[in-house]
């Protein structure tokens, strides 16, 4: 067990959220979706104090204000982020695994609530990983904007980034984060859908394996000001909109394809 913890606690050292993290894949874990054109509401009960986007905000680095836009202007930045994300996910991944192994040592309910120490490490490795491959998927979707020149759906509350287009393929680390992020040279417009396409079924995968963690201990999915916001239902609606997110990618790009 003090093994596990202490894999949990050198996770943590690796959590270092932007803005768009903290009131994004941080704040609802891997319910949250990836966005393309359409702006996606998180669905909240009736009266919940940060119900819907007041205080989660899908729309990742596209509009300005708030959340600020900059996580997309520095390669370097994003490079950073998704290299210390993913070190968060593989340590919290280890501590998971050596926790559950504690569980199936343990009887009553010493054994249960090992288990949900297992769960709520399991869900922390899976926020990492939500978090990694949201910031993969809109480089892609910037790039993608870039090469058609497509802006975002109008949001009444936000002000669209006009200046898109000198954000990510003028930039001279471009073909170097290519490389790094996607084992490839700067896409080419169908190969940069099929790399959306896997990322799009790895994220929806890692929110359908979040399912047995937040229903074996509820409490997961609840978040004070919001209510539940990763439970089945959001996670289930979470690939909905990712899906759909990749077809709005698809339909952008079909011009250049």
């Not at 998971?96 to 192994?101: C, E, K, P």
């Not at 003028?170 to 996607?182: E, K, L």
Request: glycine share 6%.
């Amino acid at each position: 067990m003090l093994s596990a913890w202490h894999h949990a606690s050198e996770g943590i050292r690796h959590n270092i959220p932007s803005v768009e993290d903290q009131y994004g894949p941080l704040r609802v874990g891997p319910a949250y979706p990836f966005a393309t054109k359409t702006y996606w509401i998180m669905p909240s009960e009736e009266g919940t104090h940060f119900g819907g986007d007041r205080i989660t905000y899908t729309s990742y680095g596209i509009y300005r204000g708030f959340p600020a836009s900059s996580i997309l202007r520095n390669i370097r930045r994003l490079h950073h982020g998704i290299s210390e994300f993913s070190l968060m996910q593989r340590e919290y991944d280890e501590a998971a695994n050596l926790m559950a192994g504690v569980a199936e040592r343990l009887t009553g309910r010493a054994r249960q609530e090992a288990g949900r120490m297992a769960a709520h490490l399991y869900l922390m490795a899976r926020t990492a990983e939500t978090t990694v491959n949201v910031k993969r998927f809109s480089m892609l979707r910037h790039a993608a904007m870039e090469m058609t020149g497509t802006l975002p759906t109008h949001h009444p509350r936000m002000e669209i980034v006009t200046e898109m287009p000198i954000y990510l393929t003028n930039d001279p680390m471009w073909p170097q984060a290519c490389r790094t992020f996607f084992g490839c040279e700067p896409p080419t417009p169908a190969e940069l859908l099929a790399l959306a396409g896997e990322i799009v079924r790895e994220e929806c995968d890692n929110a359908r394996r979040t399912i047995p963690a937040v229903e074996y201990d509820s409490r997961l999915g609840w978040e004070a000001s919001m209510e539940y916001m990763c439970d089945r239902a959001h996670l289930e609606w979470k690939c909905e909109c990712t899906e759909k997110a990749l077809s709005e990618l698809r339909e952008m790009l079909a011009p250049l394809l």
